[in-house]
């Protein structure tokens, strides 16, 4: 035989809080879903007790009380509480679950951006073009670079702002270049000046070839 239990108190504080359940954050929906919880649990166990559920007749055939039950209007009112805060529970997962998302989207979004920025570095390390025909007494030859090497980046210009097609804006008479190149899988940075007084054609000595 069960024990019978006394009526459950309400928490009188769960339906000021589900009113306001859109200004709620997700922690304390995630609270509140932990206090409905409990309430339901102490208002089944009380219904469990009469030895009923929600879908027990509380009248006989001949439509009176039944003598058995410890307090029919008590367990009207349990029943009627255990829909409302059902109820409730339901508003405040389906409420959690769109704030989850759109935390979700905002970390997503996030990482999009952090891949984005550390993926812009790595691309400018990238080759676009390879040295070639260089002559030994110009700018280039002078300054270390040889034939092979392949450019990195040409003052500003790298493979994601120019190419090769951005080189002539960097390429002015006595203004000093950094140069970065890679050699059997080293990257090296060279200075060159461009001049039109060493004795060879062109500013710089040497023949660039698109990758």
Same mark, same amino acid.
């Given at each position: 035989?069960?024990?019978?239990?006394?009526?459950?108190?309400?928490?009188?504080?769960?339906?000021?809080?589900?009113?306001k359940?859109?200004?709620?954050?997700?922690?304390?929906?995630?609270?509140?879903?932990?206090?409905?919880?409990?309430?339901?649990?102490?208002?089944?166990?009380?219904?469990?007790s009469?030895?009923?559920?929600?879908?027990?007749?509380?009248?006989t055939?001949?439509?009176?009380?039944? $003598?058995d039950l410890?307090?029919? +209007?008590? =367990?009207?009112? /349990?029943?009627?509480?255990? &829909?409302? *805060?059902?109820n409730?529970?339901?508003a405040?997962?389906?409420?959690?679950?769109?704030?989850?998302?759109?935390?979700?989207?905002?970390e997503?979004k996030s990482?999009?951006?952090?891949?984005?920025?550390?993926?812009?570095?790595?691309t400018?390390?990238?080759?676009?073009?390879?040295?070639?025909?260089?002559?030994?007494n110009?700018?280039?030859?002078?300054?270390?670079?040889?034939?092979?090497?392949?450019?990195?980046s040409?003052?500003?210009?790298?493979?994601?702002n120019?190419?090769? $097609?951005g080189?002539?804006?960097? +390429?002015s =008479?006595?203004? /000093?270049?950094?140069?970065? &190149?890679? *050699?059997?899988?080293?990257?090296?940075?060279f200075?060159?000046?461009?001049?039109?007084?060493?004795?060879?054609r062109?500013l710089?000595?040497?023949k660039?070839?698109?990758?």
């Amino acid at each position: 035989m069960h024990e019978i239990l006394t009526p459950t108190i309400g928490d009188e504080e769960i339906p000021k809080l589900v009113d306001k359940i859109s200004l709620l954050s997700l922690q304390d929906l995630l609270s509140l879903k932990k206090r409905i919880e409990l309430q339901l649990s102490k208002d089944v166990s009380y219904l469990e007790s009469q030895n009923i559920d929600m879908n027990s007749k509380l009248i006989t055939e001949d439509g009176y009380p039944r $003598q058995d039950l410890d307090d029919i +209007v008590q =367990i009207t009112l /349990t029943r009627r509480d255990i &829909i409302q *805060r059902r109820n409730d529970l339901t508003a405040v997962i389906n409420r959690s679950h769109i704030l989850l998302e759109k935390q979700l989207s905002k970390e997503n979004k996030s990482q999009e951006k952090d891949i984005t920025k550390s993926s812009t570095p790595f691309t400018n390390h990238i080759p676009f073009a390879i040295f070639e025909e260089i002559d030994m007494n110009g700018p280039i030859g002078q300054s270390g670079i040889q034939n092979g090497d392949t450019l990195i980046s040409f003052g500003s210009v790298t493979v994601i702002n120019g190419g090769l $097609q951005g080189l002539s804006k960097e +390429v002015s =008479i006595g203004k /000093t270049i950094p140069i970065n &190149i890679k *050699r059997d899988g080293i990257s090296y940075t060279f200075n060159v000046t461009p001049n039109n007084q060493w004795g060879g054609r062109g500013l710089l000595g040497c023949k660039l070839t698109k990758l």
